[in-house]
């Protein structure tokens, strides 16, 4: 074969892994972006929505303040 040929080839295959590399490489940045972005998006929801402890406490100490009254009506 001619040696030409082969390097002139062999240019051309290189030139197109690079290309495919840097493609890959967009598409795995361009989803972990956006991967990070909504793992932000879901953290600052969880923050600002969960209730407080006072509130957990003021709902159990009402739910057992309504079966105590339940139980306690009842056994009469």
């Known amino acids: 074969?001619?040696?030409?040929?082969?390097?002139?080839?062999?240019?051309?295959v290189e030139t197109k892994v690079?290309?495919?590399?840097?493609?890959?490489?967009d598409i795995k940045d361009n989803h972990l972006?956006?991967?990070?972005?909504k793992i932000e998006c879901i953290i600052k929801k969880m923050s600002t929505q969960r209730p407080s402890w006072s509130v957990a406490w003021i709902i159990?100490?009402?739910?057992?303040?309504?079966?105590?009254?339940l139980v306690l009506l009842w056994k009469k």
């Open 33 to 37: 972006k956006k991967i990070y972005e």
């Open 1 to 12: 074969m001619d040696e030409t040929k082969v390097d002139s080839r062999l240019a051309v």
């Open 18 to 25: 690079g290309f495919i590399a840097e493609d890959i490489k």
């Open 60 to 69: 159990t100490f009402l739910s057992s303040a309504t079966v105590g009254l």
